[in-house]
């Protein structure tokens, strides 16, 4: 056994040269003690499709972050899970369970909420590693920001959409699949939706979708609805004063980043990183 402290470039290297010449208990390497083994790496590999160099590099850093955790004794459970989507709900101005339909028309729901627990997670990991180490974006950051990222600002009043609607979903998914097919089966509208008219799951999904692409399947008025969005009109500009918030949180979760970027590059040069062979 021998201990190697070395950049993780050079490292990975040396792995790839002594991989074959032998593996303790399947361990391939151990990162301040915590093994990585070689079906770790295989599935990581198989996973990303990448390099075994790559997949141990990212093993390391993943070891890194879990012992992170670890020391700071961050969890989250489903309460807090649960608490973070009604706050979203509630942006967005639905109730949880509008939310949730609106939701699970896009993506797996049961996924949706892996993906808040882990933001949450990432989230506390970095108020307690950088907590009163970061300088608080100020009025003249956030107008800096919102001056070279207007067009994140703009929001359009109108949309043209092809509307489709049907009892069967199934007809509506062969209907995406194929914009030529045509069914007695299927409603379709041309139409111009008013965002301040509309339902606001329908105002989720449309302000979603880009022009020139269909949105999800989403069900509204206990029937299947399909949108195409054909094009978006009467732009206008959020004011700095509505998104002073959303700035503030995107400005210092870029900070965050990359001090923890630059925290665990630091964790890597003095982590006891060992290749067994």
Same mark, same amino acid.
């Given at each position: 056994?021998?201990?190697?402290?070395?950049?993780?470039?050079?490292?990975?290297?040396?792995?790839?040269?002594t991989?074959n010449?032998?593996?303790?208990?399947?361990?391939?390497?151990?990162?301040?003690?915590?093994?990585?083994?070689?079906?770790?790496?295989?599935?990581?590999?198989?996973?990303?499709?990448?390099?075994?160099?790559?997949?141990?590099?990212?093993?390391?850093?993943?070891?890194?972050?879990? #012992?992170?955790?670890?020391?700071?004794?961050?969890?989250?459970?489903?309460?807090?899970?649960?608490?973070?989507?009604?706050?979203?709900?509630?942006?967005?101005?639905?109730?949880?369970?509008?939310?949730?339909?609106?939701?699970? #028309?896009?993506?797996?729901?049961?996924?949706?909420?892996?993906?808040?627990?882990?933001?949450?997670?990432?989230?506390?990991l970095?108020?307690?590693?950088?907590?009163?180490?970061?300088?608080?974006?100020?009025?003249?950051?956030?107008?800096?920001?919102?001056?070279?990222?207007?067009? #994140?600002?703009?929001?359009?009043?109108?949309?043209?959409?092809?509307?489709?609607?049907?009892?069967?979903?199934?007809?509506?998914?062969?209907?995406?699949?194929?914009?030529?097919?045509?069914?007695?089966?299927?409603?379709?509208?041309?139409?111009?939706?008013?965002?301040?008219?509309?339902?606001?799951?329908?105002?989720?999904?449309?302000?979603?979708?880009?022009?020139?692409?269909?949105?999800?399947?989403?069900?509204?008025?206990?029937?299947?609805?399909?949108?195409?969005?054909s094009?978006?009109?009467?732009?206008?500009?959020?004011?700095?004063e509505?998104?002073?918030?959303?700035?503030?949180?995107?400005?210092?979760?870029?900070?965050?980043?990359?001090?923890?970027?630059?925290?665990?590059?630091?964790?890597?040069?003095?982590?006891?990183?060992?290749?067994?062979?």
């Open positions: 056994m021998i201990k190697k402290i070395l950049p993780i470039g050079l490292l990975c290297s040396m792995f790839a040269l991989i010449a032998g593996i303790v208990n399947g361990i391939a390497l151990s990162i301040n003690e915590y093994p990585i083994t070689m079906v770790d790496i295989d599935n990581k590999m198989e996973e990303l499709k990448i390099s075994k160099n790559e997949a141990v590099s990212i093993l390391i850093d993943e070891a890194l972050y879990n #012992q992170s955790l670890d020391k700071y004794k961050i969890s989250v459970d489903s309460f807090d899970v649960d608490a973070q989507i009604e706050k979203l709900a509630k942006n967005n101005k639905m109730t949880m369970i509008e939310f949730k339909n609106a939701v699970k #028309q896009q993506e797996d729901y049961d996924k949706f909420s892996e993906k808040i627990k882990l933001q949450l997670r990432h989230q506390k970095v108020s307690a590693i950088a907590s009163n180490k970061l300088i608080m974006a100020n009025d003249e950051d956030l107008k800096i920001y919102y001056n070279n990222n207007i067009e #994140q600002f703009k929001n359009a009043e109108k949309i043209d959409v092809i509307h489709y609607t049907s009892k069967d979903k199934a007809l509506l998914e062969a209907l995406k699949a194929n914009p030529m097919l045509s069914n007695p089966n299927v409603l379709v509208v041309n139409e111009t939706l008013k965002i301040d008219k509309i339902s606001d799951q329908m105002k989720y999904i449309v302000t979603k979708t880009p022009e020139k692409s269909f949105s999800t399947i989403f069900v509204e008025n206990q029937t299947f609805n399909l949108l195409f969005v094009s978006k009109a009467d732009i206008k500009i959020t004011p700095l509505i998104v002073k918030e959303t700035i503030f949180n995107e400005i210092m979760t870029n900070r965050e980043n990359e001090y923890l970027k630059n925290y665990f590059e630091n964790l890597k040069l003095g982590a006891n990183i060992k290749i067994l062979k």
